[in-house]
């Protein structure tokens, strides 16, 4: 049984993919699949052998860190398998950097991808790759982009990691909001900024940070230093106006579908077919107004596996996942997302109402795994409202990234980061 411990990760950036833009350094970089074939890409750091335990980890490494990054994905398409891969730095914006690629990298960054397993026994079949990225010299962001048929503007899908150094230390901790209003449903992230030893010219606006609840993507403003002091290379950030503060949002939903033998965590029925399985999730209902539940979950993540055999690389199934939520007309759109499809809202997340049965539903083909997920509205401006309210009880994970352009550099590095815990 895959440990339910918290570990998460988000980005604050909204992304206009631009695939014709890859040679510009103003188009902006982001996680995404460009074939229907390609599924259940995974990214994550290890020290050993890759397991479904090691999936919950964000790709973020220490510079000096022994441990590798594993990419992997399946293609349902059987006829494909001449993957390679690039890796390209980027600044804190996620736009192309300009440093060359001998300055990041000590090997030749074109790497094919010779390891690949056959699904075994699976009604769906499928093509499971895998390869460990190459170091990098040098702190910032990443782009690992895979390719096919050695045409690199054919490309299948890109994905972010990072890669952080520790000349900044970064003291943080979550508290309730200050504001009345705000005191049960937000938490304020609270910080401040060390760089003793490390030259910074002007740190009001030399650095740039960025901060990150769980894996939602969200637009929250920059957070301006309240007092800096030189002598001791310190930075403090206070806030007074609610700057700092976040939505806590609720504990996510889960479900268990790493067995099609048996029902297992918020599994309602089983459909045998000839071809592929169904699975039912219980009748779910908005959770807004409702007292705070204390449930674990992996704060939006999922993790591969098969319950029978532990060989979720190549025993997990597709299946079909029917979500299902009780709940009125709305006028605005209703989504189901989590990190399985990177919180998008699109034709395939978003629920239909079903007037028959008088509830919302969509279905989607995942791998056999254990998954969070939550329901979500996009209002006007892109505004995400969480249709299981806020509680100043949940359990969040927030990151803050602390991003400098020495003196004479080129391109961005990541100079501080720091995870941490809302209790």
Same mark, same amino acid.
């Given at each position: 049984?895959?440990?339910?411990?918290?570990?998460?990760?988000?980005?604050?950036?909204?992304?206009?993919?631009?695939?014709?833009?890859?040679?510009?350094?103003?188009?902006?970089?982001?996680?995404?699949?460009?074939?229907?074939?390609?599924?259940?890409?995974?990214?994550?750091?290890?020290?050993?052998?890759?397991?479904?335990?090691?999936?919950?980890?964000?790709?973020? &490494? #220490?510079?000096?860190? +022994?441990?590798?990054?594993?990419?992997?994905? %399946?293609?349902?398409?059987?006829? @494909?398998?001449?993957? =390679?891969?690039?890796?390209?730095?980027?600044?804190?914006?996620?736009?192309?950097?300009?440093?060359?690629?001998?300055?990041?990298?000590?090997?030749?960054?074109?790497?094919?991808?010779?390891?690949?397993?056959?699904?075994?026994?699976?009604?769906?079949?499928?093509?499971?790759?895998?390869?460990?990225?190459?170091?990098?010299?040098?702190?910032?962001?990443?782009?690992?982009?895979?390719?096919?048929?050695?045409?690199?503007?054919?490309?299948?899908?890109?994905?972010?990691?990072?890669?952080?150094?520790?000349?900044?230390?970064?003291?943080?901790?979550?508290?309730?909001?200050?504001?009345?209003?705000?005191?049960?449903?937000?938490?304020? &992230? #609270?910080?401040?900024? +060390?760089?003793?030893?490390?030259?910074?010219? %002007?740190?009001?606006?030399?650095? @740039?940070?960025?901060? =990150?609840?769980?894996?939602?993507?969200?637009?929250?403003?920059?957070?301006?230093?309240?007092?800096?002091?030189?002598?001791?290379?310190?930075?403090?950030?206070?806030?007074?106006?609610?700057?700092?503060?976040?939505?806590?949002?609720?504990?996510?939903?889960?479900?268990?579908?790493?067995?099609?033998?048996?029902?297992?965590?918020?599994?309602?029925?089983?459909?045998?077919?000839?071809?592929?399985?169904?699975?039912?999730?219980?009748?779910?209902?908005?959770?807004?107004?409702?007292?705070?539940?204390?449930?674990?979950?992996?704060?939006?993540?999922?993790?591969?596996?098969?319950?029978?055999?532990?060989?979720?690389?190549?025993?997990?199934?597709?299946?079909?996942?029917?979500?299902?939520?009780?709940?009125?007309?709305?006028?605005?759109?209703?989504?189901?997302?989590?990190?399985?499809?990177?919180?998008?809202?699109?034709?395939?997340?978003?629920?239909?109402?079903?007037?028959?049965?008088?509830?919302?539903?969509?279905?989607?083909?995942?791998?056999?795994?254990?998954?969070?997920?939550?329901?979500?509205?996009?209002?006007?401006?892109?505004?995400?409202?969480?249709?299981?309210?806020?509680?100043?009880?949940?359990?969040?994970?927030?990151?803050?990234?602390?991003?400098?352009?020495?003196?004479?550099?080129?391109?961005?590095?990541?100079?501080?980061?720091?995870?941490?815990?809302?209790?």
């Amino acid at each position: 049984m895959i440990s339910l411990h918290k570990i998460a990760l988000a980005y604050v950036c909204c992304s206009v993919w631009v695939l014709t833009g890859w040679g510009q350094t103003n188009a902006v970089w982001e996680n995404k699949t460009f074939l229907p074939s390609i599924k259940t890409v995974l990214l994550y750091p290890y020290n050993g052998t890759p397991n479904a335990q090691a999936m919950l980890n964000p790709p973020i &490494l #220490q510079i000096q860190e +022994s441990a590798v990054l594993h990419l992997a994905f %399946d293609c349902l398409d059987l006829s @494909q398998q001449g993957f =390679r891969i690039k890796i390209y730095h980027c600044n804190a914006d996620w736009t192309r950097s300009d440093l060359n690629e001998i300055e990041y990298l000590s090997e030749y960054n074109d790497v094919p991808i010779y390891d690949y397993q056959n699904a075994f026994a699976t009604k769906i079949p499928y093509h499971h790759f895998s390869i460990d990225l190459p170091k990098v010299k040098m702190s910032g962001n990443y782009v690992v982009v895979v390719y096919r048929n050695r045409n690199e503007q054919d490309i299948v899908l890109s994905q972010r990691f990072m890669v952080f150094q520790s000349s900044v230390a970064i003291a943080a901790n979550v508290r309730f909001a200050n504001q009345t209003q705000q005191r049960n449903t937000h938490q304020a &992230l #609270q910080f401040s900024l +060390s760089y003793t030893g490390y030259e910074i010219l %002007d740190p009001k606006t030399d650095l @740039q940070l960025v901060v =990150r609840q769980n894996f939602q993507t969200m637009n929250h403003p920059p957070l301006q230093p309240f007092m800096i002091d030189n002598f001791n290379q310190k930075i403090s950030y206070q806030f007074f106006n609610g700057e700092n503060v976040f939505a806590g949002g609720n504990e996510y939903r889960l479900f268990d579908a790493r067995s099609t033998q048996q029902k297992l965590v918020n599994i309602a029925g089983l459909h045998q077919e000839d071809r592929e399985t169904a699975l039912d999730l219980y009748l779910d209902a908005p959770q807004e107004g409702l007292p705070y539940v204390d449930t674990k979950d992996f704060d939006g993540m999922y993790a591969i596996d098969h319950y029978e055999t532990n060989q979720g690389n190549t025993n997990a199934d597709y299946v079909q996942v029917h979500f299902r939520l009780k709940t009125e007309p709305s006028e605005t759109p209703i989504y189901v997302v989590g990190a399985f499809n990177q919180w998008q809202c699109n034709s395939q997340s978003q629920l239909q109402y079903n007037e028959l049965k008088h509830w919302y539903e969509c279905t989607l083909q995942l791998k056999q795994g254990i998954y969070n997920y939550q329901y979500i509205t996009e209002m006007v401006g892109k505004k995400r409202i969480n249709l299981d309210g806020n509680h100043a009880q949940t359990q969040n994970t927030y990151e803050i990234f602390v991003y400098h352009r020495p003196v004479g550099g080129r391109a961005d590095a990541l100079v501080g980061y720091v995870r941490i815990n809302s209790r």
